[in-house]
């Protein structure tokens, strides 16, 4: 069955220093991989996605993501985070299935910045 | 920038009572979906709408809610009765009409409150 896990229920990181977050997904076909993220009371916005071909992708607000199908793996990265990037961030499968595709997210992994 | 609206953003019911939440996508995109969020827990999928027709209701619990998108533009999620545990974050999103997988376009949720 398709599944995404992220290991990792909160991450703390220092201001500017960098980020990565995981994720491992469970899918037998060639995956459509998805990011995003969740400020407090709020919907989800998409940071990145990857549907073939160049398997580093780059998102917005300096967001990067690896797909590794050795691994199974589509974890996300920053350089340099700032204060504002503390949210809840979400991996996510696209699943064909029988009536059409489906998203299938991850637990999520809440990020928290400190000065 | 076209977003997804919905209302109400905040609901407290008492168990046992009726409520509704209201969906607008954007503008032209055929794909509504539904989607229940937990605290702590990323978004399960409830209804999936492929213009006025559901594609994917299986995680829909029947017995008390209910979905529909008459004319296939907006669409309203009910729970008759509501019970303690339907206490969470609904999320409605859009996506537009191809042949392929398209991402989501997720709105602010409504935040239901049970006591």
């Known amino acids: 069955a398709q599944s995404v896990t992220q290991p990792d229920i909160h991450i703390t990181v220092s201001e500017g220093a960098s980020l990565e977050l995981r994720c491992n997904y469970s899918?037998?076909?060639?995956?459509?991989l998805f990011w995003y993220v969740q400020s407090p009371g709020q919907g989800l916005q998409l940071l990145l996605k990857y549907f073939s071909g160049d398997t580093l992708v780059q998102g917005i607000k300096g967001f990067e993501a690896e797909f590794k199908r050795s691994q199974s793996s589509f974890n996300l990265r920053k350089p340099s985070v700032h204060w504002s990037d503390a949210a809840e961030y979400f991996c996510a499968v696209g699943a064909s299935l029988s009536g059409g595709f489906k998203t299938i997210f991850g637990a999520g992994t809440r990020l928290f910045v400190k000065a | 920038e076209a977003e997804v609206a919905q209302s109400p953003r905040y609901k407290i019911t008492e168990k046992s009572q009726a409520v509704a939440f209201w969906c607008d996508p954007i503008?032209?995109?055929?794909?509504l979906y539904w989607y229940r969020q937990i605290l702590g827990q990323g978004p399960e999928l409830l209804v999936q709408?492929?213009?006025?027709?559901?594609?994917?209701d299986s995680q829909l619990p029947k017995d008390r809610f209910s979905a529909e998108r008459l004319k296939g533009v907006d669409s309203t999620l009910k729970i008759q009765p509501a019970e303690l545990g339907d206490s969470a974050m609904y999320l409605c999103?859009?996506?537009?009409?191809?042949?392929?997988?398209?991402?989501?376009?997720f709105g602010p949720g409504t935040r239901l409150t049970v006591t």
């Open positions: 709408f492929q213009d006025e027709s559901v594609v994917d």
């Open positions: 503008s032209g995109h055929a794909t």
């Open positions: 899918y037998g076909a060639t995956p459509y």
């Open positions: 999103a859009s996506s537009p009409r191809t042949g392929t997988y398209n991402e989501q376009y």
